[in-house]
């Protein structure tokens, strides 16, 4: 019956059509405009915008308090309510010949036994906010700031909801763990990582102060087995962070993490971003621990750096093996020994270069890793380094895979040009590395070379016994 009243009406209803319809009742770019009005209503929300100090204001109170207290004439100190304000925001103001009252121990104790006196809630404002963007757990002006906030917090009967948030959460301000706690409990709200500072009733512009590094740093280790659900919000707040101490303890260990088969599907994220915000791993400076790393900090980075090493050297092998020779068993057998991989460079002409340049994520490294060579031969070389060896494979097929000790030769990798591939392709190394009485291998040497054909055994299982013999 209802099927033909359905008819007689000429009313037909599709209920998976209502449901693919309705998701798409309100468009892309109003749920964006609604976004950008949510936010800036959150914004608003935070008031108590920062004072707007000039320089030169900053510095005329700075000089007029340091004037008295350089010469420990603290009775003779006479400044405003509102220099006194300007002074809270303005701690850390320092010049060439002038160091900060943030930086002297002496002289902030001075300055917060004179605030004490004549105390106002606006002061209050200001040490906050420097509190936050210089927040250093290792700075004795900074400890001695922490126990003045966390007594004037504790005593707050105001209104402001900044204040009152950290009177519930006091734990919150401790540089002991306080930012750190603070993370990893947001996280266990389910609280979205873009809105951290508004959690805290704070803007989105003190994302960038330092107080924060540990919030992240909380927030992804409450959170990292659920990281592929956030991991674009984690690389966009790490932008608008941009702290560089923050960048290498997250990215390390998310490249850790990364590289863990459970977590593959970030892996290729991981890996751009990390070259993108640290750079090549090749080059050691880059990776170095930062000011006061612990020493799991330090074997982190050292951990990390050798994981995007291997990483960006199986892509290399892979577009290599891909684009100069297809050669499936030789890529399978080198992507074996990425992890031991030290140091590599391509040489060959430039149209390779070009089509290896494509590769999204080894395209910013193809100038630094890839030497074009004068001659227009289709040819190319693989040269790396693997303990105290320079090992070269060769596009050719008939070219053989040539070994040479590092100590003897290792001018090779810091070739610059070549005009033709032969260069390295010496005549000097005929013997081979290895021989073998069916699956007997004997008579190893130092320099020499193998060839890729299989014979009693197959050449790989050759290779294999001359590369786990000879290098460590």
Known sequence: MKNNISEIINFNFSEDNFIYYSKNVINQYTINALEININKLKEIGCGDELMDLEINTQRDVVLKFKKFAIKNNIEQIVLS?????????SLSYSESTIESILSNEYELVVFLDLIDEVWKESFLKGLMYTYFVHFNKSNN?????????VNKIEFYEGGNAFFKYFKEHKKYLYLKNGDITLGYEL??????????TFAINRPKSWISYSYFSGVLCGYYERNKTNISSYIDDLFTILKEHNNNITYKKIISKLIIQANESLYSDIQRIVKLKALEIIGDPSINSFWLPFENATA???????????????????????????ECINEPRRKKFWIKYASRIEKFKVYGPEHIKKRLQQNQVISKFVNSRFSITNSNQNKCAFVFQ????????????GYAFVARKTSQVDYITRLKTLQSIEEIRS???????VKNNGH?????????????????????????????????
């Open 296 to 322: 799991n900090e330090i074997n982190d980075l050292k951990n990390a750096q050798i994981i995007l090493n291997e990483w960006l050297t199986k892509e290399f092998i892979s577009v290599f093996f891909k």
């Open 440 to 472: 007997s291998f004997y008579d190893l040497k130092e320099d020499g070379r193998l060839f890729h054909k299989d014979s009693d055994v197959s050449w790989e299982q050759k290779f294999d016994y001359w590369i786990n013999k000879k290098i460590r």
């Open 386 to 397: 693997m303990g105290d060896y320079n090992l070269i494979e060769f596009s050719e097929e």
């Open 81 to 89: 309510k509102k220099e006194l304000r300007t002074l809270c925001y």
């Open 187 to 196: 996280a266990l709200k389910n609280i979205c990582i873009l809105d951290i």
């Open 141 to 149: 002006s900074i400890i001695n700031l922490e126990n003045y906030l």
């Open 427 to 433: 005549s000097n190394y005929d013997e081979q590395l």
